[in-house]
């Protein structure tokens, strides 16, 4: 059991790293303090957190007893993604947010 959960958090790690890769243009954003608002941002390494976190609960939860490997690497995979794809959902709606904000304030202005 702890080599599956082991493998399953280093796939959806690695999962979720790819995708950074892909939505930053295949560049590593490496973790870094921030001014406003105060703190710290992962970068790369939140995208590794949050892949491996929701591989380890999908194979801990949904599969308890994977028997082969390639099944594990799978569910793994198609984990990580899905929590890649919350978060980029999560995103845009933020950003769309903004935009309509922004042209409010557009249109109030003219």
Request: glycine share 10%; aromatic share 6%; hydrophobic share 50%.
């Amino acid at each position: 059991m702890t080599n599956t959960v082991l493998i399953a958090g280093l796939i959806g790690g690695l999962t979720g790293v790819i995708a950074h890769l892909m939505r930053n243009g295949k560049v590593l954003i490496f973790p870094k303090k921030r001014v406003r608002p105060k703190g710290i941002y992962l970068g790369f390494l939140a995208d590794f957190f949050i892949g491996s976190a929701a591989a380890i609960f999908a194979v801990t939860y949904l599969v308890p007893e994977p028997e082969v490997l390639r099944t594990l690497i799978g569910i793994s995979i198609l984990a990580g993604m899905t929590a890649e794809n919350v978060l980029l959902k999560r995103e845009l709606s933020t950003e769309k947010a903004k935009t309509e904000g922004l042209d409010r304030i557009n249109q109030r202005l003219k």
